[in-house]
């Protein structure tokens, strides 16, 4: 059965999510109920926007094997889709009590609670992540970015640091380590920052509207001018463009 297994998952790979269904019937019917299968016919319904059969299966996957992470993943991503936000969280919850080990489960709990508003809870799982895995540079990162939204600027640059020092390639990273110095008034820290941004990823290029406001707002007109000059050369909405160019006028006389 293994060819018809292999011909699902193809089926599934390529989206086509139908025909996947009734390949992972056709297993079924050979084979030993499977949690794994169950789930990706689960994963099927819901890409396909039919929610109860989704939870059906996810339901049938959780009987055969309560252990298996990526179900309360996706089940709680269907949850999500239709706007169960609470129910997401429960899914989510309950996965993460079920296997108390796993620090994935967390991760999108926290994720999903900083969506709904929920910081100081995602906060919590956060630092639990990281008591356990005290290098996950996307936990630090995501902790960051949780006390940045609270206006603690210092704890926002204590975390996105600890994230730079383990993932040291990461445009987006030093981008809002940036911004975190640039809201606690740390404009040469900021301006350092993007500029790595800008050195890792030339093609991000909100980093060069912000070197250039920063420049202007020190008194260096000539970098400033560059900056908003090579951003300029982006596709920009046609407001924008305007408000740049205006800008840049004003500069220059």
């Known amino acids: 059965m293994s060819e018809y297994l292999d011909k699902a998952l193809k089926l599934f790979n390529e989206k086509k999510y139908n025909e996947a269904i009734d390949a992972f019937n056709i297993v079924l019917e050979h084979e030993e109920e499977s949690a794994e299968i169950y789930n990706n016919i689960a994963v099927s319904y819901s890409n396909l926007a039919q929610y109860e059969n989704a939870e059906k299966y996810f339901n049938k996957a959780l009987e055969l094997n309560h252990e298996l992470p990526q179900v309360y993943l996706n089940m709680s991503d269907t949850y999500y889709k239709k706007g169960e ?26 994720r999903m609670l900083m969506d709904d508003a929920q910081v100081d809870l995602a906060i919590d799982e956060l630092e639990y992540i990281l008591d356990k895995e005290p290098e996950n540079y996307d936990a630090y990162y995501d902790l960051g970015r949780a006390y940045f939204e609270l206006g603690n600027w210092e704890a926002a640059i204590c975390n996105f640091e600890n994230a730079a020092e383990y993932k040291d390639n990461s445009g987006f990273i030093y981008y809002y380590l940036g911004q975190a110095y640039e809201a606690n008034d740390e404009i040469d820290k900021a301006i350092s920052n993007y500029l790595k941004t800008e050195a890792l990823d030339n093609k991000f290029y909100p980093v060069l509207k912000k070197l250039g406001m920063l420049f202007m707002a020190r008194g260096n007109m000539s970098d400033a001018i560059e900056y908003f000059e090579e951003y300029l050369k982006f596709d920009l909405t046609e407001e924008e463009n305007k408000t740049i160019n205006n800008l840049l006028n004003r500069i220059k006389k």
Do not use: F, K, S
């Open 85 to 110: 936000v609470e129910r997401a969280i429960e899914c989510l919850r309950a996965g993460e009590q079920r296997i108390p080990d796993n620090t994935v489960i967390p991760h999108y709990l926290a």
